[in-house]
């Protein structure tokens, strides 16, 4: 297990618009890796990193669900964030991201946890009207980084009891022709 220290800041890596004077006005994500793509966790909602886990299935639960987890006395729910994006699942353990979510805690499956990354607000998008407005609810803009783009996550909406009551509705909304499908 790794628990998350924000250390010394002279060592954190800067984005491309920023010197070492822009930590003042800036906010740092724990990046992690999905994929090809970056993307980025509010570093104080993130609790733990448990490495790679062995995760229990939970029968007839959506295929996002990516399994439960002994975490310090208690049994977390995961989501899987390459399912409910749409890529296919690892064979090998996915790394746990444990997240403080609202009155819960529960984790996040990913392929890799990087650093701490310091973002600017003036290095900031909104994410785009042309994402899914299923997806869309999970991301909460982007970054530009000297080396890429970093995608944050909204720690709130990856919740896996917020997840399913969506994936509930838009199951409906499908099924019903009202909508095409949502996640």
């Not at 984005?15 to 822009?22: E, K, Q, V």
């Not at 946890?113 to 900031?124: A, H, L, P, Q």
Request: hydrophobic content about 45%.
């Amino acid at each position: 297990m790794l628990v998350l220290e924000q250390g010394n800041r002279a060592d954190w890596p800067q984005d491309a618009a920023h010197g070492p004077d822009a930590f003042a006005s800036s906010r740092s994500l724990c990046s992690i890796l999905l994929g090809d793509a970056m993307y980025g966790m509010d570093i104080r909602q993130v609790r733990e990193i448990l490495g790679p886990t062995q995760t229990w299935r939970v029968p007839l639960a959506p295929d996002f669900i990516g399994g439960l987890v002994h975490y310090r006395g208690e049994v977390l729910t995961t989501v899987n964030l390459r399912v409910l994006f749409g890529m296919p699942r690892l064979e090998h353990l996915s790394c746990v991201l444990v997240v403080e979510g609202v009155g819960t805690q529960y984790g996040l499956l990913v392929d890799q946890v990087r650093e701490v990354v310091s973002v600017g607000s003036d290095s900031f998008e909104a994410t785009p009207t042309t994402v899914h407005s299923g997806r869309r609810q999970l991301l909460a803009g982007a970054y530009k980084l000297r080396h890429g783009l970093l995608t944050e996550l909204d720690a709130k909406n990856l919740d896996p009891m917020r997840l399913s009551a969506m994936f509930a509705a838009s199951r409906t909304d499908v099924l019903a022709g009202t909508v095409p499908c949502a996640l």
